[in-house]
């Protein structure tokens, strides 16, 4: 039988994804915090978004000694041969800034036709916990990017990205993005995974 595990670290300061995340983690009495506030930054130079999160995760796990999730997401446009990637929020060089970055996307999707326009929101979830094997999980949302961008809620690429049903990710609520979001599935496959995990061990 797994231990019962009462104190998960986020790999982030960020409090509202510790409020997200913490909703998915209630039902294993799992009790969620942020990184101290003097952890030291990790080098995100994975190739894949399950390197980065997985990074995150370990070298936080092994310095704090208990386990740690972390994330990393972003967008992969089909056109570009999956870019921007792990380098969506510093796609025009500035770290988040995304004014620059959807006018970059839109410079580089000029000749793109609107059938070939499909794109995805990608997020992969590491759970690293000493001397035990990392778990990693994944999420995807499907859309299509636009040629301007359209509604004014949300963030980063989200006026851009168009779901399938007809609206960005920008013109929907907070609670409605929150249930259909990349993390959102990662998480719940984590979940998922962890009980599984408990019942096999």
Not at 31 to 36: A, I
Not at 142 to 164: A, M, V
């Amino acid at each position: 039988m797994t231990e019962i595990t009462t104190s998960l670290l986020l790999a982030t300061r960020n409090q509202g994804k510790v409020r997200e995340i913490a909703t998915f983690f209630a039902e294993l009495g799992w009790k969620v915090e942020p990184l101290p506030e003097d952890a030291p930054d990790v080098v995100e130079d994975g190739a894949t978004f399950a390197a980065n999160a997985a990074k995150k995760a370990e070298e936080m796990a092994a310095l704090y000694h208990c386990p740690v999730l972390a994330d990393d997401s972003g967008l992969e446009v089909d056109a570009l041969g999956g870019q921007p990637g792990v380098y969506s929020a510093r796609y025009a060089g500035e770290h988040g800034n995304d004014a620059a970055n959807n006018a970059k996307l839109l410079q580089a999707m000029t000749d793109v036709a609107d059938g070939e326009r499909g794109a995805r929101f990608v997020s992969a979830i590491a759970l690293a916990r000493p001397g035990r094997e990392t778990l990693i999980s994944f999420g995807t949302v499907e859309g299509r990017i636009l040629r301007e961008l359209r509604g004014t809620d949300g963030f980063g690429y989200d006026p851009l990205f168009e779901l399938p049903y007809g609206r960005t990710l920008a013109e929907i609520s907070l609670q409605e993005k929150n249930a259909i979001s990349h993390r959102a599935q990662a998480l719940a496959n984590m979940v998922s995974m962890l009980k599984a995990e408990t019942i096999e061990g």
